[in-house]
C-alpha cells in the first residue's frame, strides 16, 4: 500500500508514535511511505538543545527510505500548529491509506475532508498525565471550544477506524465531542497502546556490567531508574525521601534519575537531594540519546514512572520490572507478576517490597520478560495491529 502518516511534527531523532510508525511500516518493503508534518520543533523540545533544525520542503530518510514532507506554518500554540498545502501534498502522493496522529494539535484538520479519497484511521492518544502539564493561561476548556472541538468532531465522524493508546482515551474524547458522537467513538475503536523499538531498546549482559562499573554500583546494591522530564507535578520527591530511608535501614539502594534541564526546577530538585544523608546514593543526569539510556536501564533493577511516557515502554524493552502509580492510563501495562507492580491506595512502599522480592529471586528471568514484553509492546506488533484491523 501507500500510506501516509500526517501528524503535526515529526522528530525522528528523538522518537515519537509517529516516528516508529514510519519505521516500522518502511520496514516491511512493502508499502510506500510519505509523512505529511511540519518543519516545527514542539516548545518543549527546544530546550534540548541536540535537537536539529529541520528544513521546509521533502527528504528522505537516510536509513528507512520513506519521504518527508515538512511544511510552514502559519499559527502555533504550544503543540496546536496549523499549516497550508496539507490536502495538495497528501493528495499528490496519492495513499491508500492515511494514519492520523495528534488531533488536538490541529494539524490534521483538512484530512478529513478527503475521505472518499483513500481510507482514513486515526491514532488518539488522550490521556490525563496530558492535561497536568498544561500552563498556559488559556484554559483547558477554552481551547478545546474554541479550536479542538472541530478536529475531533471530525476525526470520530470521518475515520474508519479509531486506535486509543489507553483504557481511558476514548471517555476523555468523549468529553470534547458531542453526545451525538459518543456512541460511533465507541464503535470505531480499537485498543492498542504505546510502545518501543526493540532494535534500540532490549537486554544487553555486557551494557548492563559495563554501566554499572562506570556508576560505581556495587553487586549487592540494587538500583533504581526513572527517565521523564523533571518537572514538579511528578512529584519525584517522595520516591527521593524512601530511597534516602531506605539506605538509612541498612537496603543499599541507589536512584538514577535521568531528565533534569537547566532550569529553577531542576536545581531545586538536586539541591533537595544534595541535603539528604545518602545523597551519594543518587545520580541526577539531564535528557539523554537513547542509545545512552539504554544502557542505564540495563543496569537498572527496577524502574519508576510516576506518570505515562513513553519512557516506560521502553525500559520494558531491556526487560526492566517497573512500579507505576494505578491510574486508568496506565492500568494496562502491568500484570501485578512478572512484569511489575501498581502502587494501589498509596500503598507505595508495597509495591516496592513486591517488586524487589521479584528481583531478588534467583528464578527471576529476565530474558523472558524481554520476550514477553516485545510481544505485547513493541512497535512491530502494535503497528500490524493497526494494519490488519484496516
Known amino acids: 500500500m501507500k500510506i501516509a502518516i500526517v501528524c503535526g511534527h515529526f522528530l525522528p531523532e528523538m522518537g515519537y508514535v509517529e516516528v516508529y510508525f514510519a519505521k516500522e511500516l518502511a520496514q516491511q518493503n512493502k508499502h510506500k511511505i510519505a509523512v505529511i508534518t511540519t518543519a516545527l520543533k514542539p516548545s518543549y523540545v527546544k530546550k534540548i538543545k541536540t535537537t536539529p533544525t529541520y528544513n521546509v520542503g521533502a527528504e528522505i530518510h537516510p536509513d528507512y527510505g520513506y519521504t518527508i514532507f515538512r511544511l510552514n506554518t502559519f499559527f502555533s500554540l504550544g503543540q496546536m500548529v496549523l499549516s497550508n498545502g496539507i490536502t495538495k501534498t497528501v493528495q499528490q502522493f496519492a495513499p491508500n491509506l492515511t494514519i492520523v496522529i495528534g488531533v488536538g494539535k490541529l494539524f490534521p484538520y483538512p484530512v478529513y475532508k478527503l475521505r472518499h479519497q483513500f481510507k482514513i484511521v486515526t491514532l488518539l492518544g488522550n490521556h490525563s498525565d496530558n492535561q497536568k502539564n498544561d500552563t498556559k493561561k488559556i484554559s ?25 493508546y489507553t483504557p481511558e482515551t476514548i471517555a476523555l474524547v468523549k468529553k470534547i465531542i458531542p453526545p451525538s458522537l459518543h456512541v460511533l467513538a465507541e464503535k470505531k475503536a480499537v485498543p492498542i497502546s504505546l510502545g518501543f523499538d526493540a532494535d534500540k531498546f532490549y537486554f544487553d549482559e555486557h551494557e548492563r556490567n559495563n554501566t554499572r562499573k562506570n556508576l560505581k554500583i556495587a553487586t549487592n546494591t540494587l538500583l533504581l531508574i526513572t527517565a521523564t522530564r523533571i518537572v514538579s507535578y511528578k512529584k519525584l520527591e517522595q520516591i527521593i525521601d524512601w530511597v534516602d530511608e531506605c539506605n538509612g535501614k541498612g537496603m543499599k539502594l541507589h536512584y538514577v534519575i535521568v531528565g533534569f534541564f537547566d532550569n529553577a526546577y531542576s536545581q531545586e530538585v538536586q539541591q533537595y537531594i544534595a541535603q539528604k544523608k545518602y545523597a551519594y546514593q543518587f545520580t541526577c543526569l539531564p535528557f539523554l540519546p537513547i542509545n545512552e539510556v539504554r ?76 520476550t514477553q514484553n516485545q510481544q505485547n509492546y513493541s512497535w512491530k506488533s502494535i503497528v500490524e495491529k493497526v494494519i490488519n484491523s484496516c
Open 295 to 370: 544502557p542505564l536501564y540495563a543496569a537498572a533493577d527496577v524502574g519508576y514512572f510516576p506518570t505515562l511516557v513513553i519512557s516506560i515502554f521502553e525500559a520494558m524493552g531491556t526487560g526492566l520490572p517497573l512500579v507505576l502509580p494505578l491510574k486508568e492510563n496506565v492500568s494496562h501495562i502491568l500484570d501485578n507478576k512478572t512484569s511489575g507492580f501498581y502502587i494501589e491506595n498509596d500503598a507505595m512502599e508495597l509495591a516496592f517490597e513486591k517488586i524487589i522480592h521479584l528481583v531478588t529471586d534467583k528464578k527471576f528471568n529476565r530474558a523472558a520478560l524481554v
Open 140 to 164: 483547558i476548556a477554552s481551547i478545546r471550544k474554541l479550536l479542538k472541538t472541530p478536529v475531533y468532531k471530525k476525526a470520530v465522524h470521518y475515520s474508519d477506524l479509531l486506535f486509543p
